[in-house]
T-cell receptor, first 115, second 114 residues
Framework: SAVISQKPSRDICQRGTSLTIQCQVD?????MFWYRQQPGQSLTLIAT?????????ESGFVIDKFPISRPNLTFSTLTVSNMSPEDSSIYLC????????????FGNGTRLTVT | AQKVTQAQTEISVVEKEDVTLDCVYE???????LFWYKQPPSGELVFLIR??????QNEISGRYSWNFQKSTSSFNFTITASQVVDSAVYFC???????????FGAGTRLTVKP
């Protein structure tokens, strides 16, 4: 299974600012995904980070709010822009290291609190 | 559209009891994949099992077992002789042909008391 390093592990930010979360994988993977887990809730897919093309966003998530970069097959960033308290969540990077339909493996997440 | 329902929000058992976590899914795909993940209090998500739609064999791994029944669209998870370390939130998930349509259930919080 892939080893996924996510930074920062937690942060407290003021409203109106932006935070960029980094995700580094120890092997090349085609598909990387960003999830959000609001307090006490399930996981919701934000977007699929595609190498060499724009990310594919799920309904309810837009590029202006959650810009994503995927410069190579081992790295991606998610930015949470113009934050409000409603953005307080755990943000998780995940990869399908074994290819299509292989289990997703997750980073330890970034616990974001917006004040 | 894919949907996963975990009707049990919280379950509390005493150590050594057996416990079953229910998962019911909806999909129009003929090929699909089912998963269970564990999220202990530390927060990381741990993959437990994957099942494809063509394999209805039940699986046992130590104290864990899974019962997949296509006839009832269910993929239930049983922990035998539960232990305190089993306390976690357990998520059932479903994906179709691509991982980018994976959907998670709401999760079941299991508390195992000593």
């Amino acid at each position: 299974s892939a080893v996924i390093s996510q930074k920062p592990s937690r942060d407290i930010c003021q409203r109106g600012t932006s935070l960029t979360i980094q995700c580094q994988v120890d092997s090349q993977v085609t598909m990387m995904f960003w999830y959000r887990q609001q307090p006490g809730q399930s996981l919701t897919l934000i977007a699929t980070a595609n190498q060499g093309s724009e990310a594919t966003y799920e309904s309810g998530f837009v590029i202006d709010k959650f810009p994503i970069s995927r410069p190579n097959l081992t790295f991606s960033t998610l930015t949470v822009s113009n934050m409000s308290p409603e953005d307080s969540s755990i943000y998780l990077c995940s990869v399908a290291a074994g290819g299509v339909n292989s289990p997703l493996h997750f980073g330890n997440g970034t616990r974001l609190t917006v004040t | 559209a894919q949907k996963v329902t975990q009707a049990q929000t919280e379950i509390s058992v005493v150590e050594k009891e057996d416990v079953t976590l229910d998962c019911v899914y909806e999909t129009r795909d003929t090929t699909y994949y089912l998963f269970w993940y564990k999220q202990p209090p530390s927060g990381e998500l741990v993959f437990l099992i994957r099942r494809n739609s063509f394999d209805e064999q039940n699986e046992i791994s130590g104290r864990y077992s899974w019962n997949f029944q296509k006839s009832t669209s269910s993929f239930n998870f049983t922990i035998t002789a539960s232990q305190v370390v089993d306390s976690a939130v357990y998520f059932c998930a479903l994906s179709g042909f691509n991982n980018n349509d994976m959907r998670f259930g709401a999760g079941t919080r299991l508390t195992v008391k000593p």
